[in-house]
């Protein structure tokens, strides 16, 4: 009968250098995601503005039948003539005024920046992490 001995490889211990790199990775990592968690949430709430990466007009809808031609012959010859002389423009509405247009593309922005920021500080906290532990590998002999 023979019994299966286990005997317990261990990896080359860590450094106390690669420790304390790895404390340091670990904290950094947490505040760069603490303070992007902090900083967005004061732009949601409206605390703060968002960075201003775009400054556009928002689009406009023209409102169909709006081109039609005016009959001026009943009208005086003074107005009949200023109604000529000036362009007839198409009229249209925009949905949602400038302002509020490019805050919202900003905030989109800000959104994928912030989370593009989060995932950094979280891949540093990381690798602080993988040079903390130990690795301890078992094999079966």
């Avoid at 603490?34 to 400054?55: C, E, H, L, Q, R």
């Amino acid at each position: 009968m023979e019994t299966e001995n286990t005997t317990p490889i261990k990896a080359p211990t860590n450094k106390p250098k690669d420790k304390l790199i790895g404390y340091l990775l670990l904290i950094i990592g947490l505040i760069v995601i603490i303070s992007t968690v902090i900083w967005a949430v004061y732009v949601f709430t409206g605390k703060t503005k968002p960075p201003s990466v775009f400054n556009v007009e928002a689009p406009s809808i023209p409102i169909p039948g709006s081109n039609i031609s005016l009959d001026t012959s009943s009208l005086p010859p003074e107005i009949a003539k200023s109604l000529s002389q000036s362009p007839q423009k198409s009229a249209s509405f925009k949905i949602l005024p400038d302002n509020v247009f490019s805050n919202i593309l900003n905030l989109g922005i800000f959104y994928l920046l912030a989370m593009f920021v989060t995932s950094t500080g979280a891949k540093i906290a990381s690798l602080g992490v993988q040079l903390i532990r130990e690795i301890k590998v078992d094999f079966k002999t």
